[in-house]
Each structure stands twice: as C-alpha cells, then as structure tokens.
C-alpha cells in the first residue's frame, strides 16, 4: 500500500536551521490525530528535547509551530509518498518510489536543458567522448563486448568495434536525452524511413503487423517516427525492477512520444497486444535479447541463442505479418529506418515447428544487420548466455568485485 505524507514542509521567512528527516513512522501515516506533527511517535525523543531545550511544554501542532517560527527553524522530510516493503518504521524498509523517481527525472531534464543548450552536433560529440570514456575506464563493459565479438568473429578486430561500440551506445543516449527536449519534432522530421511500402502492404491484410527490431541503433524512436507519421505503431518495452525507475522510465517514453505497453502484467499485455492487432495496428518487438527461460533455440552466428518465442506465437495466432524494422546511424549523424519484406512462412500444422521456423527467419534478417552495421549493436548483451545444456559460462563474463574480495579476505582471517 502507497502511504502519502501527512504533513506539508513547515519553512517560515528567514529560515536558518532545516530538520530534515526521511518520512513519519507508520502511526503517522495511518491514523492521523489533530495535534499530530512531525516526529509524534510516542517513543520519539525529538519534542522532549526541545521542550528541555526552551523550558516549556509542547502539545499542540500550533504551540510547536510557534516555538520553530520564533526560532527561525523549518522542518520537512524528503520523501513524499512510499510503500514498506515489511510492516517496520525503518527506511531501510521502505521503497521511496516518487521522491527518487523526481530525482531521476530532476537529472534527466537538467541533461535535457544541457543537450538543447549545446545543441545536436555538440550533443553528439559529447556522447561520443563519453563513449571513450567507458572505453578505456570501465573494463568490465569493456570485457562484456570484447567476449561476445570473439564468439560471433573470433577475429582480431574487437579492439575496434568495441570502442566504436561504446561511442555509438553513448551518442544514442545522448540523442533519445535531446530528442526529449523542445527541438525534439524538428530532429524527428530529419530521420528518414526506407520501404515504407513494406509496411503499407502488411497493413493491407487488415490483421495488424508485428514488427520485429533489435538494439541497433536509437531504435527508441522508430515508434515515435511512425506515429508521427500517422501509424498506429506502439512498441513494447519492458519497466525497470523498482518502481521509482519504472515512473521515471515511462515519464521519459511520454517525453519522447513513443507510443508503449509494458510486457508486465503478462496477462494485461496481451489482452493489449491483441486489441492493437485487432485494430490493424503494428506492435513492435525488440527481439534479440536472450530468453533464461521459454526461449526457442535458433542459430545466431553459428551458435545457439535462447529467443523470445513472444513474436512468433502472436503471429501464428492472429496471422498477423511480421516485417523487420531497424534504425541506422549514417556516417554524416543522420538516421534511417529502414523496414524490411515481411518474413514469409507456411503453416505446417504443427504449431511448434511454425514458432521455431518464424523465429529463426526474423533471426537470421537481425543477424544479417548487426553483421552489417556491427559497431551499432548492443554488445553487452549476454545473448548466447542461455545453452540448450543450461547456462553457459562461455558467454558471461563475471563482475569482480572489490568488495566480496575484501570480505572474503577479512573471513579468511578468522578461519582456525
């Protein structure tokens, strides 16, 4: 249950001192007297010692609200509204979802106000030199990259791409961060589409399209493009694990216009899924990311990759079309989306061997892209994590930390 401050901030002219705390206890939050104010439990401390401090008692909200505006003292707690994770009064205990979710935001339009200030070109340039940046300061991403060109090429250019990697991956954050901002539809209107007729001709079945994409390039703002060119182009997109980054994430995708639903709840979003198809709408899937479990194994770079079965079933149960799409950096800055034929395939009347022939067709278009434009994929993804066999270390590379090294060594110390 999301549980709302009661008190609003007490901050009188000419303030001096600031007690700021986090957010009242729960008997606070959940009955709420007249006389109640801020640190009211009763096993708080925090009146007492002011009533010691200035030699008088204090009971009522107004008689403390007197003491602190003489004093010049305001008082106010940093967290709005949020939900405990158990029934306990510590923060360590609580999810603090919309006070760090403007936090987040607070970041995001201040780097907004930043990228629009400097404009695109520059935006761009610092995107790449923040690439660099990650490139030679942060090895473990780095090693993440290098390890998973070596098992699609096993050739001696991953010093190359990887950094190149990096530089695009930044200059596409620093992008979707501009695009948020008040230039935002003049930088839109300048990405061209290629095989627009593609998707025009799937629309014509009347039974809705599934577009299929990958992380190449800032394929963030397909959907916006298409929509605003007048698609009913909704992409579904994944919420982060908190809530507070989930608020934040679907504030950014309103900033951008991108047209949306989340994967979770699973049974919402199909429900949704289908009533976009139904209405001869496109959905779009990001479809090369690795699948722990329920994936269908397909060759990707002559190795096996655990993939989301999500677009192939939606297909062969609605008959919807299903085209490839994908966004590309040009080597002058602009962009292209370039939609492809759609993936042909003929019902066998076994509807798992039609799942697995579907998947693997999309599949081998998106290898053939990221072969083609290998420094604009996403390399940190462990896509051949996932073995037929189980998990495969191969294809992960472990995070070494400093402090589990620490902690294991302070153990050791104490071992007979």
């Given at each position: 249950m999301i549980e709302k401050h009661p008190f609003k901030p007490f901050i009188p002219e000419n303030c001096k001192v600031l007690v700021l705390g986090s957010f009242p206890g729960k008997e606070s939050t959940q009955e709420i007297r007249d006389d109640d104010w801020f640190y009211g439990a009763n096993r708080n401390q925090f009146w007492k010692i002011i009533e010691r401090i200035y030699g008088i008692n204090l009971q009522t909200r107004k008689e403390k609200q007197a003491v602190f505006?003489?004093?010049?003292?305001?008082?106010?707690?940093?967290?709005?509204?949020?939900?405990?994770?158990?029934?306990?009064?510590?923060?360590?205990?609580?999810?603090?979802?919309?006070?760090?979710?403007?936090?987040?935001?607070?970041?995001?339009?201040?780097m907004i106000f930043i990228t629009n200030l400097i404009g695109l070109k520059n935006t761009l340039n610092l995107g790449k030199f923040t690439g660099n940046i990650l490139y030679y300061f942060f090895r473990h991403t780095r090693s993440k990259i290098l390890n998973n060109l070596v098992l699609a090429y096993n050739n001696n250019l991953q010093d190359v791409i990887s950094k190149n990697v990096l530089q695009n991956l930044s200059k596409k954050w620093s992008e979707l961060i501009f695009c948020a901002g008040p230039f935002k539809k003049r930088s839109w209107k300048e990405i061209s589409v290629e095989g627009i007729e593609n998707l025009d001709t799937a629309l014509n079945s009347g039974k809705g399209v599934i577009a299929v994409s990958a992380h190449i390039g800032n394929y963030a703002l397909i959907g916006t493009?298409?929509?605003?060119?007048g698609y009913n182009f909704v992409t579904v997109v994944r919420d982060l694990k908190t809530k507070a980054g989930s608020m934040a994430y679907r504030k950014s995708r309103r900033l951008i216009e991108l047209p949306s639903i989340p994967t979770y709840p699973e049974k919402q979003f199909y429900k949704n899924a289908l009533k976009i198809l139904r209405r001869n709408g496109a959905l779009c899937l990001i479809s090369d990311e690795n699948k722990r479990h329920g994936g269908i194994f397909v060759d990707f770079f002559g190795r096996k990759a655990s993939t989301a079965p999500g677009p192939a079933g939606?297909?062969?149960?609605?008959?919807?079309?299903?085209?490839?799409?994908?966004?590309?950096?040009?080597?002058?800055?602009?962009?292209?989306?370039?939609?492809?034929?759609?993936?042909?395939?003929?019902?066998?009347?076994?509807?798992?061997?039609?799942?697995?022939?579907?998947?693997?067709?999309?599949?081998?278009?998106i290898e053939n892209y990221v072969r083609k434009y290998p420094d604009q994929w996403l390399w940190t993804n462990f896509r051949w994590r996932t073995q037929p066999e189980g998990q495969s270390d191969e294809a992960k590379i472990r995070k070494k930390s400093l402090f589990k090294k620490i902690k294991r060594g302070i153990k050791s110390l104490f071992k007979p």
């Amino acid at each position: 249950m999301i549980e709302k401050h009661p008190f609003k901030p007490f901050i009188p002219e000419n303030c001096k001192v600031l007690v700021l705390g986090s957010f009242p206890g729960k008997e606070s939050t959940q009955e709420i007297r007249d006389d109640d104010w801020f640190y009211g439990a009763n096993r708080n401390q925090f009146w007492k010692i002011i009533e010691r401090i200035y030699g008088i008692n204090l009971q009522t909200r107004k008689e403390k609200q007197a003491v602190f505006l003489i004093a010049k003292v305001g008082i106010t707690d940093i967290i709005t509204s949020c939900e405990r994770k158990e029934n306990s009064n510590s923060d360590s205990n609580a999810i603090f979802d919309k006070t760090v979710a403007l936090v987040y935001l607070s970041g995001i339009y201040m780097m907004i106000f930043i990228t629009n200030l400097i404009g695109l070109k520059n935006t761009l340039n610092l995107g790449k030199f923040t690439g660099n940046i990650l490139y030679y300061f942060f090895r473990h991403t780095r090693s993440k990259i290098l390890n998973n060109l070596v098992l699609a090429y096993n050739n001696n250019l991953q010093d190359v791409i990887s950094k190149n990697v990096l530089q695009n991956l930044s200059k596409k954050w620093s992008e979707l961060i501009f695009c948020a901002g008040p230039f935002k539809k003049r930088s839109w209107k300048e990405i061209s589409v290629e095989g627009i007729e593609n998707l025009d001709t799937a629309l014509n079945s009347g039974k809705g399209v599934i577009a299929v994409s990958a992380h190449i390039g800032n394929y963030a703002l397909i959907g916006t493009k298409l929509s605003m060119l007048g698609y009913n182009f909704v992409t579904v997109v994944r919420d982060l694990k908190t809530k507070a980054g989930s608020m934040a994430y679907r504030k950014s995708r309103r900033l951008i216009e991108l047209p949306s639903i989340p994967t979770y709840p699973e049974k919402q979003f199909y429900k949704n899924a289908l009533k976009i198809l139904r209405r001869n709408g496109a959905l779009c899937l990001i479809s090369d990311e690795n699948k722990r479990h329920g994936g269908i194994f397909v060759d990707f770079f002559g190795r096996k990759a655990s993939t989301a079965p999500g677009p192939a079933g939606l297909a062969a149960r609605t008959g919807s079309k299903i085209i490839p799409i994908f966004m590309i950096r040009n080597s002058d800055e602009s962009q292209k989306i370039i939609i492809e034929k759609e993936i042909s395939w003929e019902k066998t009347g076994d509807s798992e061997k039609d799942i697995i022939n579907i998947t693997a067709g999309f599949t081998a278009v998106i290898e053939n892209y990221v072969r083609k434009y290998p420094d604009q994929w996403l390399w940190t993804n462990f896509r051949w994590r996932t073995q037929p066999e189980g998990q495969s270390d191969e294809a992960k590379i472990r995070k070494k930390s400093l402090f589990k090294k620490i902690k294991r060594g302070i153990k050791s110390l104490f071992k007979p």
